[in-house]
């Protein structure tokens, strides 16, 4: 069952969003050639904590950390630790905090120092895929219109979306119904309306879609070895249509 939220719930996840992305703008500033993603964790950790907030992932199914870190043809859920980010690598940071019981969770997909043009073409793709869907998030459409925004847009630019892992209903709970792929057929679905909280999040593939679970039983990357990247944002229903809540910009 979707659980709609109230405004004073839908502000309170603004709130949560906001902390997310000022954690992803510390890593964001802190990417370079030679950091490794340990320092990146325990940065997006600092902040976090410091707004008095939780972070989601440490400890969630005993995952070690604060932020996936995701490197090149590792698509989600990559452990940060001593690899050490090189010129060119593209890193996939997913971040999630919860603020006075409410999640927020986002992700962002940044080239280091200079990267190969598909790589840079992968990351607009992938970026502009979010934006697609949530344009698509409107009240009356049905859910899977999101989801065909994704793959429309991504496939006519030759590349795949992921089909094993997917978007998400969000709220007082990190993951909630109903899911929201990243492909299938518009019209399909429950109808959207007010109130809905949805964390979108395109996980695009250079190559084929297929992906597989490496043996740390975390970091899933592509089977074909093949670039991947990632965008998430929280995203509300309200009355005036689609609102980020994972965004830096002054509502
Ligand atoms: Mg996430
Ligand atoms: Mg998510």
Redesign the pocket.
């Known amino acids: 069952m979707i659980k709609l939220k109230s405004t004073r719930e839908i502000e309170l996840m603004r709130e949560a969003g906001k902390i997310v992305a000022a954690a992803l703008a510390e890593i964001k500033s802190l990417i370079e050639p030679g950091i490794t993603t340990g320092v990146l964790d325990k940065a997006a950790e600092k902040v976090i904590r410091r707004f008095g907030a939780e972070p989601a992932f440490l400890g969630y199914h005993n995952f070690p950390a604060s932020i996936c870190a995701s490197i090149n043809e590792e698509v989600v859920h990559g452990i940060p630790g001593l690899r050490r980010l090189k010129e060119g690598d593209i890193i996939s940071i ?1 971040v ?1 905090a919860r603020y006075k019981g409410y999640y927020g ?1 986002s ?1 962002v997909t940044f080239p280091v120092g200079k990267v190969k043009p598909e790589a840079e073409k992968l990351i607009s793709v992938t970026r502009q895929s979010l934006q697609k869907a949530i344009e698509a998030m409107q009240s009356g459409r049905h859910l899977s219109d999101v989801s065909h925004a994704v793959q429309s847009h991504v496939e006519a630019k030759s590349f795949s979306v992921v089909r094993s892992y997917v ?2 209903g ?1 709220g007082e709970d ?2 909630e119904e109903p899911q929201v792929p990243n492909f299938g057929l518009p019209g399909r679905g429950p109808v959207l309306r007010e109130g809905i909280v949805l ?1 979108i ?1 395109p996980m695009v593939n250079a190559g084929s879609w297929e992906v597989k679970v490496l043996d740390d039983s975390w970091t899933v990357v592509t089977s074909d070895g093949s670039l991947s990247a990632h965008f ?1 944002h929280t995203v509300a229903l309200g009355d005036n249509g689609p609102l980020v809540l994972t965004s830096t910009d002054p509502d």
């Open positions: 997913d999630g969770d992700a978007g998400h969000i990190m993951h964390a999040e998430e």
